[in-house]
């Protein structure tokens, strides 16, 4: 079965700071990983995926097949990065998603 | 274009009655799809809908809950009797095809309370 995990429920940084969610996933297949940001009484929306390899707002994540991880990091966070941050696995295209139980980011002033 | 719109926005209800959710996906997206989450928990799929039909129904809890979208526009997904621990937020989902650059694209919850 496809499990998404993220061991922490709550991360607080110092604006300026460099920021790292974690993500491991257990699946047998080649899954395509993703992250989902929701800010405050916003709805969830596509960070980045890790078939396009680009860096949104700054943030970046690779895939590591040997670790089963795919960890959002970003340099200098920002206090607008404060949000809930989920990272989701699909098996397959045009399938659902497995969702982490997603990790509060809190970027302090 | 307003995206994703999910009705009602919050709804309390007492154990036993009967909720009906709606989903408007965004025009012209084929695939539409149910998620919940439960209070503590995390985001869990319930159903996939292409056009008309259930691709697949494998996260739906139990028999109280139906889902359908007749005309393959819009979708409703009905609890009765609903139970306590059906409490959560309920999201919608929908994208263009089935394809590797496909994006599901989620609405804004609908919030049930089941008092």
């Known amino acids: 079965a496809q499990r998404v995990t993220q061991p922490e429920k709550l991360l607080s940084v110092f604006k300026g700071a460099p920021v790292e969610l974690k993500c491991n996933y257990s699946y047998s297949g080649s899954p395509e990983l993703f992250w989902y940001v929701q800010y405050s009484r916003q709805r969830l929306q596509l960070l980045l995926r890790?078939?396009s390899r680009e860096s949104i707002k700054g943030f970046t994540a690779d895939l590591n097949k040997g670790e089963t991880s795919f960890h959002l990091k970003k340099p200098f966070a920002q206090e607008e990065d404060s949000a809930m941050y989920y990272c989701a696995l699909r098996r397959n295209y045009g399938q659902n998603f497995v969702f982490g139980p997603g990790t509060r980011l809190s970027v302090l002033p | 274009e307003a995206g994703v719109t999910q009705f009602p926005s919050h709804s309390v209800i007492e154990k036993g009655q009967t909720v009906t959710l709606r989903c408007d996906p965004i025009?012209?997206?084929?695939?539409l799809y149910w998620y919940r989450r439960v209070m503590g928990k995390e985001i869990k799929f319930l159903l996939h809908?292409?056009?008309?039909?259930?691709?697949?129904e494998s996260g739906m809890p139990n028999n109280r809950f139906l889902a359908e979208r007749t005309g393959g526009t819009y979708s409703t997904l009905k609890v009765q009797p609903a139970e306590l621990e059906d409490s959560g937020v309920y999201f919608c989902?929908?994208?263009?095809?089935?394809?590797?650059?496909?994006?599901?694209?989620f609405g804004p919850g609908t919030r049930l309370t089941v008092l």
């Open positions: 890790h078939i």
């Open positions: 809908f292409v056009k008309e039909s259930k691709q697949d």
């Open positions: 025009s012209g997206h084929d695939n």
């Open positions: 989902a929908s994208s263009q095809e089935a394809g590797r650059n496909n994006e599901q694209f």
